[in-house]
């Protein structure tokens, strides 16, 4: 066996840099968090060949003295920590000081440096082991670092790197969660001479607009929520944005970018109601946490964290998101609450008035939805058969004069193909899926009454009888009690037969023998526990589904209205179970357009 004997010191540096320098991103990354670390203002960063052939980083930071731009090429030498005390408390995003020197190791750097005591900059090279002394060079603030011919020393390993665009669009995608933590930083970066992103300082707000683009801040919820020595602040996509590939997923703690499986799975589980099939959600947000309850200090490139109070975190993200996702109005800013502005789809106010007598509860209404028709809607009086705009506009303008407050969904016209809702609010034209809506309202109300073991029964006049298999009348005699949890009775008539007795009150105008099928199918495939429990969400939201209004039901303009008012009402109505939208706005400055008036 040989002997045992010390690394040099080049070798230790180029196994360290596989560890840091995976390509030219990792690379870029570390050079960024220095020069954030460096109280800079404004950072540049110029890439040829995707960084491959050079990362150029400038900033007008603080600086490095001349008698420690050596050090700074030196593993485990740094600024920012000096005793086991402050590793368990780091508030700067680099800390290892391993960094520089792994750099250093695998490419051809030059670093040039104005420290503000001093004269003039100073300026020391690197090409493998070989490092100058420090030499006056040109500089009037901060710091150039520039590396050249990645991996140039190690050819394996630069035959491992991707293609130019490829490894450009690694580096751009660090460069962007950088510039997403520090928005009070002038960012800009250019890719082979040409300025690819010019970020001026802004609010955090302007800067997630400049880099996800406007569509999602005006997709998106505004989220604030603090609790004992924790903050999280940001904004989640509704999940009509969301995506088939997690590319919009920024999580960031104290301003570093983690990748956490808890922080993910609180975040999967706050979409889990409103998300459709394999789509993913899209949010940029901000833990805000003591440093002393989070250890970064788990993997060489510091993405990985371990939090001390993993439980009640995931709880907080969970209910924080969830609270978000689930207010009828939206806020669109995470600044300060005075500066906040509200944008689609939040609510304005009107000069409707009250109407001087209310709609009198509907008995089809009742039926159909399973509740008391809302009397807070105007008394729209229409019929059926007569044309939508005779009918409804001189009742919209009476209304209009009454109603001091408008409805965010404003008051039914009519319906659509038997699909749509159209109605009128302050802004303009709004319609609503109808099956969408009434599957969402159900749902939260199977989901409450569930919750509160109050789900109302509701006997059959004549008993629901359908033809059954073996295994479906098993799990009826086994699993009565369960059944009979969920709002049912499902009595066995014969070996091949069953007849289903009570339903919940809100279901009770469902395809009957259709559902039972289901509820009977998902107990004999998941077990009765885990149906009252894990799978519980989803069997109520296949019952919503089952229970939704369908298309092609004719509702009066009355029924359509108390539709809209349950919407208002019922947390997360932006979206059927299925992550779909339930309704839209048209606005009548969009509707000018379209028919070109003014022109």
Not at 236 to 253: E, M, T
């Amino acid at each position: 066996m040989p002997a045992i004997k010390p690394l040099p010191e080049l070798l230790i540096n180029q196994i360290a840099a596989g560890e840091v320098v995976e390509r030219p991103a990792s690379a870029l990354k570390e050079i960024l968090e220095n020069s954030v670390d460096s109280g800079a203002r404004k950072i540049t960063v110029q890439l040829q060949q995707g960084g491959i052939k050079q990362i150029r980083v400038s900033d007008d930071g603080s600086g490095i003295a001349k008698d420690e731009l050596l050090l700074a090429l030196t593993r485990h030498s740094t600024s920012k920590i000096s005793t086991l005390d402050d590793l368990y408390s780091i508030a700067s995003l680099g800390f290892r000081g391993e960094a520089l020197a792994s750099i250093a190791a695998v490419s051809k750097l030059t670093m040039t440096s104005q420290h503000a005591q001093q004269e003039h900059a100073w300026q020391i090279h690197a090409e493998g082991n070989a490092v100058s002394q420090p030499a006056p060079a040109a500089l009037t603030r901060g710091t150039v670092l520039d590396v050249n011919e990645l991996y140039f020393n190690i050819p394996a390993r630069r035959k491992f790197l991707k293609s130019d665009a490829t490894e450009f669009a690694h580096c751009e995608e660090v460069f962007k969660r950088i510039a997403l933590s520090q928005c009070g930083i002038e960012f800009v970066l250019q890719h082979n001479g040409k300025v690819r992103h010019q970020l001026r300082a802004s609010d955090t707000t302007q800067r997630i607009a400049a880099i996800l683009g406007e569509e999602f801040g005006q997709m998106a919820a505004a989220v604030h929520e603090q609790s004992v020595g924790m903050q999280l602040r940001g904004m989640v996509a509704l999940p009509a944005y969301a995506r088939a590939s997690r590319d919009a997923q920024y999580f960031f703690v104290n301003n570093r970018f983690v990748s956490d499986k808890l922080i993910s799975h609180a975040l999967r589980e706050a979409y889990r109601d409103v998300l459709h099939l394999d789509r993913h959600p899209a949010f940029v947000l901000f833990l805000d946490i003591d440093p002393e309850n989070v250890d970064v200090n788990v993997h060489p490139a510091k993405t990985e964290v371990r939090f001390r109070e993993s439980r009640a975190l995931h709880q907080f993200i969970f209910h924080a998101i969830n609270k978000a996702l689930a207010a009828p109005g939206r806020e669109t800013s995470i600044e300060p609450a005075e500066q906040s502005v509200r944008s689609y789809p939040a609510y304005p106010k009107s000069n409707f008035s009250q109407p001087r007598a209310a709609a009198q509860p509907s008995g089809f209404y009742r039926a159909l939805f399973g509740t008391e028709m809302n009397t807070d809607a105007p008394p729209l009086r229409a019929a059926a058969d007569q044309p939508i705009a005779q009918t409804n506009a001189p009742v919209a303008t009476e209304v209009a004069q009454e109603q001091p407050e408008m409805h965010p969904l404003g008051f039914a016209l009519g319906q659509l193909h038997g699909i749509y809702i159209l109605a009128q609010n302050e802004r303009g034209l709004v319609v609503v899926d109808m099956h969408a809506a009434h599957e969402r309202i159900l749902y939260e109300k199977l989901k409450q009454a569930f919750d509160d073991q109050a789900v109302a029964m509701q006997s059959l006049l004549i008993p629901v009888t359908f033809q059954a298999d073996s295994l479906e009348v098993a799990v009826a005699e086994e699993h009565e009690q369960t059944i009979a949890q969920l709002g049912f009775e499902i009595a066995v008539l014969s070996p091949t037969a069953l007849a289903v007795r009570s339903v919940p009150a809100a279901l009770q105008h469902a395809d009957v023998a259709r559902l039972a099928h289901d509820i009977l199918r998902e107990i004999h495939d998941y077990g009765a526990s885990r149906i009252l429990t894990a799978k519980r969400n989803e069997l109520l939201a296949t019952m919503a589904c089952h229970g939704a209004v369908r298309a092609n039901r004719k509702l009066t303009v009355e029924e359509m209205n108390a539709l809209l008012r349950d919407m208002e009402k019922t947390e997360r109505a932006d979206q059927c179970n299925h992550g779909r939208p339930t309704w839209f706005e048209t606005t009548l400055a969009e509707l000018d357009k379209l028919f070109m008036r003014g022109k």
